[in-house]
C-alpha cells in the first residue's frame, strides 16, 4: 500500500557550467587574438512549495529524485552559458521537511505559497574572457562551475482531521470508518492491517465536510512484543474528536487498565485533542451483557463519553454519527487552515 502522507526524496540541484578558454579569430595564431571566452551558467536550484491544490505527497512518493537542469558551459565571442532551470516541487500545505542524514527540521510549510530553497545549484565557472586585465592581456585561465547540493530529505504531511479514530489492533477503527465515511479501508482479522493513516469524509447531511482519519494501531495487545506506536503521531497534530475504539469481547480488569493508559496518554502527554469519546465495538461478541454493562459503568461512567456499538450488525452506528456531525458543527473552528496571500519572495541567488 502507497503512503500518502510521507515519503523520502533525493534532490540535485543542478552543476554550474564551466567557463570557456578561447581568443578571437581575428589572428591566425593560436592564443594570439583577443580573449572571449564566457562564463559558465548557474546550476538550477531546487525549492519546495506549498500549494493548497495539492492533498497527499502520493506522486512525490512515486518519483522520489529531483533533479533541476546544470548550467551550461560558457562559450566563445564572450558567450555566456545559460543558467539552469530551477525546479519547484510542489507539496500540500503543512508538509514538514527534515534533513534526511541530520535529522533536523528544514521547514513547516504550514500556509499556502510558502517556498523555500532545499538544494542550491552550482556556482557558475569563470570563462578566460573576465580574467582579462591591463597585465595580462591574454589570460588563458578559467574556472569549472562548482557542484550542485545533493540532499536527501523526509517529508512528513502533517493532517488536520476533524475526527480521528484510534485504537488497539483489531478493535474495529476501519470497520467502523468504513461504515460512516467514504473510506475504503482494509478490513481482515490480522494485526497492523492499517499500516498508514488513511483519510475520509465523513456521511454527513448537511453541507459541511468532515475530515476523520482511520490510524495504524496505537497498541498491540496480541503478541507478546506489546508497545506504544508512536509513529502515527508524526501525521497529525490536532483533531477536534478522538474516537478511542476498544473491542468489548476482551474487557477485562487489566485490558481496562491498559487502555486507560493509552487513553490518559493521549490527552496529557500528546494533547492532540481534550475530546476524546470511547467506543465500545462487538458487542455482538459480548455474552454477559449485564457484566459487561457493570464494568464499564464502573470504569468509564462520568469520566468519559462512551458509546457502544457492533459494526458486524450496525447497532447504534447512526445515533454515533449523528451525534458527530453534530459535535464537529459546533467545535469546526479548531481546523480552519490559515490561508495568507503573501507574495512569492524568492532568493534566487
Ligand atoms: N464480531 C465482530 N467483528 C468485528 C466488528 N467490527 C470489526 N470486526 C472484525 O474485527 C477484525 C478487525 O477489524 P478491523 O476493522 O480491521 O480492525 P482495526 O482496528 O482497523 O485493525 P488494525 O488496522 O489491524 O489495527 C475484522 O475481522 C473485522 O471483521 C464487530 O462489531 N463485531
Ligand atoms: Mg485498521
Redesign the pocket.
Known amino acids: 500500500m502507497k503512503n500518502f502522507y510521507e515519503t523520502i526524496i533525493t534532490v540535485y540541484a543542478g552543476n554550474g557550467g564551466n567557463g570557456n578558454c578561447s581568443f578571437s579569430k581575428s589572428s591566425k595564431k593560436l592564443f594570439s587574438g583577443k580573449p572571449d571566452g564566457g562564463n559558465g551558467g548557474n546550476g538550477g536550484n531546487i525549492f519546495i512549495f506549498s500549494n493548497k491544490s495539492i492533498n497527499n505527497l502520493l506522486k512525490i512518493n512515486n518519483k522520489k529524485i529531483f533533479k533541476a537542469e546544470n548550467g551550461r558551459n560558457g562559450l566563445n565571442n564572450k558567450c555566456n552559458g545559460r543558467n539552469g532551470k530551477n525546479l519547484i516541487i510542489n507539496v500540500p500545505i503543512n508538509t514538514k521537511i527534515y534533513n534526511l542524514d541530520t535529522s533536523e527540521l528544514i521547514d513547516n510549510l504550514d500556509i499556502d505559497n510558502k517556498i523555500i530553497l532545499v538544494a542550491k545549484g552550482g556556482n557558475k565557472g569563470l570563462g578566460n574572457f573576465i580574467f582579462k586585465s591591463s597585465i595580462n592581456r591574454s589570460p588563458k585561465n578559467f574556472t569549472n562551475g562548482k557542484k550542485g547540493e545533493i540532499r536527501k530529505l523526509k517529508l512528513i504531511f502533517n493532517l488536520r482531521p476533524n475526527v480521528c479514530i484510534l ?1 488497539m ?7 467502523l470508518i468504513n461504515l460512516i465515511s467514504n473510506s475504503n ?1 482494509k ?8 499500516k498508514y493513516p488513511i483519510l475520509g469524509t465523513l456521511f454527513s447531511e448537511n453541507y459541511k465536510k468532515i475530515s476523520i482519519l ?1 490510524t ?2 496505537i497498541f498491540n495487545n496480541i503478541y507478546k512484543n506489546k508497545y506504544l506506536n508512536l509513529n502515527i503521531f508524526k501525521y497529525f497534530e490536532k483533531c477536534n474528536l478522538i474516537l478511542y ?1 476498544i473491542d468489548s469481547s476482551i474487557i477485562n480488569q487489566k485490558f481496562i487498565y491498559d487502555n486507560i493508559n493509552i487513553i490518559n496518554y493521549i490527552i496529557n502527554d500528546k494533547l492532540i485533542c481534550k475530546n476524546i469519546w470511547i467506543v465500545f ?5 459480548v455474552n454477559n451483557i449485564f457484566n459487561f454493562n457493570k464494568i464499564i459503568k464502573f470504569n468509564f461512567n462520568n469520566k468519559y463519553k462512551y458509546y457502544i456499538i ?3 450488525n450496525k447497532f447504534n452506528i447512526n445515533n454515533l454519527l449523528l451525534d458527530i456531525n453534530n459535535f464537529i458543527d459546533k467545535n469546526m473552528y479548531l481546523n480552519i487552515h490559515k490561508y495568507e496571500n503573501k507574495d512569492l519572495n524568492i532568493n534566487w541567488n
Do not use: E, H, R, W
Request: some cysteine; charged content about 15%; overall charge negative.
Open positions: 485504537g489492533v483489531n478493535s474495529g477503527k476501519s470497520s479501508s478490513i481482515d482479522n490480522y494485526p497492523f492491517t492499517t482511520d495504524p494501531a475504539i465495538n462487538k458487542l455482538d461478541l457492533s459494526c458486524l
